[in-house]
């Protein structure tokens, strides 16, 4: 089978630093996306790894290892906008472009 | 905005009955694809399509259906609907179609009443 997890919720201070892990568990993994949902929104994109590593993009960066099957979303300078779901997504070999998603990690940045 | 735009924004009908679910993609993108978002299920994969072809399929209930037509927009269909079929209901378009980057559009609400 396959399996994503993720904490439910975490809390975080503006202008702090924090970390979202996802760990997963799939046959035929190909790829690891983050994205970013508002309450009632769209998921829109943050990052993409299929390589081991560290991927930086402006204040947020993502890292993969694929023999632990654990990523884990870094957010820095946390702004009260940042107040979101963020949802980690497995791509899987051999199924097109299908992505199964974790539950989220609802994130809330306090003043 | 990610260039995928959803009809309608919401749509409140009566159990037992079908509803059409439209999608848009992105100009460019030849694939499309269909999730369901309920409060206790998460992000749940319906189906996707390439090119008007079937690519990719999730656990997508036998009532509904979806195909894509030649200008590459894409119909969900919802019949028979049940209370538990309230939901979000989210079209994504990408390019290829394979592990390239998906962009959602606003989603349609459903709610079942």
């Given at each position: 089978g396959q399996n994503i997890d993720?904490?439910?919720?975490?809390?975080?201070?503006?202008?702090?630093?924090?970390?979202?892990?996802?760990?997963?568990?799939?046959?035929?993994?190909?790829?690891?996306?983050?994205?970013?949902?508002?309450?009632?929104?769209?998921p829109t994109f943050l990052s993409y790894n299929v390589l081991d590593g560290l991927e930086e993009k402006g204040r947020f960066s993502s890292f993969l290892s694929r023999s632990k099957g654990y990523s884990y979303l870094l957010l820095k300078e946390l702004q009260m906008k940042d107040s979101a779901s963020y949802l980690c997504a497995v791509h899987t070999y051999n199924q097109g472009g299908k992505?199964?998603?974790?539950?989220?990690?609802?994130l809330s940045v306090k003043p | 905005d990610s260039g995928v735009t959803q009809t309608p924004k919401h749509l409140i009908t009566a159990t037992g009955q079908r509803v059409t679910l439209r999608c848009s993609p992105r100009s460019g993108d030849l694939s499309v694809y269909w999730y369901q978002q309920s409060l206790d299920q998460g992000l749940q994969f319906l189906i996707q399509y390439y090119n008007g072809e079937e690519r990719a399929k999730g656990n997508i209930l036998e009532r509904f259906s979806a195909q894509q037509f030649p200008d590459l927009h894409s119909e969900l269909n919802l019949s028979s609907l049940e209370l538990g079929d309230s939901a979000l209901y989210f079209c994504a378009s990408s390019v290829s179609g394979d592990t390239d980057t998906q962009y959602f559009g606003p989603g349609t609400r459903l709610t079942v009443l």
């Open positions: 993720q904490p439910t919720e975490m809390t975080a201070t503006e202008g702090a630093i924090v970390q979202i892990n996802c760990t997963y568990q799939t046959s035929g993994f190909n790829g690891l996306f983050w994205y970013q949902q508002h309450a009632g929104e769209a992505l199964i998603f974790g539950q989220g990690t609802e | -």
